[in-house]
């Protein structure tokens, strides 16, 4: 779900501007698991269009800035801004993931322990006490994007404790 906020400054509110632009960055909304707020500014400055988005969302926060003698080609610019940032990280999570893969491979002796594996999604502090309470299960490992650890969710009572590891 994408919620856009408009604003401008300037210049007249438009439609036509709020729709090209809300059309361009919906593009986006497959990239992001949870909710997702978009907040775009429109200004004039004598001959300059300049266009500001600022998209929050999964953790994350994603700021671009573009300024032409057109407020179309400025959308443009500034939506291709926004887009090689979200591929970043995207690719930053994919290498996370994989690195974390690759450690895992230690050789325990099986018939000591039971081994499992487990997928750890990226999610904001916010995000992972929301899911982990929908879903009630005992407990959830994480990676935390508010911190840029891997959390453990569990249960004490009727509230969910958030475990963020630390090096002694």
Known sequence: MMDFIFTFR?????????????????????????????QIVFKREKFREIVEVVITGDGQKIIAKEETSD???????????????????KEKRKGFRKSRESQMSIEIPEDKYLIKTMEINPLSTQEAIEWFEKNKDTFMLFYNTDYDKICLIYKEGDKPVLIIPEFS
């Not at 439609?15 to 997702?36: L, S, T």
């Not at 500034?78 to 940032?85: F, I, P, T």
Request: glycine fraction near 4%; charged fraction near 35%; proline fraction near 2%.
């Open 10 to 38: 300037g210049m007249e509110s438009s439609n036509a501007i709020k729709q090209y632009a809300e059309k361009k960055f919906r593009r986006f909304e497959k990239y992001f698991i949870g909710p997702v707020e978009v």
């Open 71 to 89: 407020i179309y080609e400025a959308i443009d610019l500034v939506h291709d801004s926004v887009e090689k940032q979200i591929k970043k990280i």
